[in-house]
């Protein structure tokens, strides 16, 4: 036991090299993943360490079978992954974003990537993207996934993987009919290939509305779940009182403790952009 942490100290370490290397190099490190249909909860690998392997799971089926201990446990080990690949891609984003704000000469795929970004994120120009751009504590990402599927029981998470009821307004995007309308109006909301893209749209909303504003502002001064919460209030139409469930839920989850937990370096490997 007495070489875990030694050990621990030196991957991070690598890998906080291998991050801030990214800044100045032209690559930065891509995620081989691995997705699983879900047929059975017994297919899910429970989490029992802060390393994570990148196991996407699609369309997670049987939740609601087991003991509600267990399939609390069950649903953060399905998500957990796919919050850490966002999270991960959200960073390399930055990365790559960074690098054209350094770089006075851009090749057809740089303005690419900026254009991109600039659709994407609702933005006016490379440093209102760089503001705009990043992602929150996973405990917060993990108790607004749990509570708006019903920790993963919801029709719309197990047919769309879709964890956050993210609404969608193109008729070109896969979707699902919600079961409600709105007067005479259909309401459609996104579906995903699977749980990680549902994060990514998630942080995108985060990032492109004028309702999350003061939630930028916010998470660049502190990175406290606690402190980010009362921001993320417009999120639904019961404002505080989803805000103090959101915290309920963190706390009786112990949902603070998956904060430092990050994907397997093992899993990372280098891609070269220039």
Known sequence: MKFLVPYALLVIGVLALFLSAAYVKNFTYAIRSQTIQVTSPAQIVQINERYVRPFLYSH???LSTLPTREAK???ISAVLPAVLIAKHE???QKIRLAKLREDPTWDHQDSVVFLDAMNKFNSKDLDDIMNRIGTLPTSIVLAQAALESGWGQSRLFLEGNNLFGIWSFNTNEPRIRAGS???NKSIYLRAYDNMSGSILNYFEVLASSHA???LRKARNITQDPFSLLPHLKNFSER???YTRQLKTV?????????DDYQ?????LFEMRYK
Do not use: K
């Open 60 to 62: 997670v089926a049987g």
């Open 250 to 258: 963190i706390d009786q989850n112990g949902l603070t403790a998956f």
């Open 263 to 267: 994907i397997d370096p093992d899993y």
């Open 181 to 183: 309308a709105r007067g």
């Open 212 to 214: 999350y504003a003061s």
């Open 90 to 92: 959200i960073e390399m």
């Open 239 to 241: 404002r505080g009182v």
């Open 73 to 75: 446990r069950t649903f």
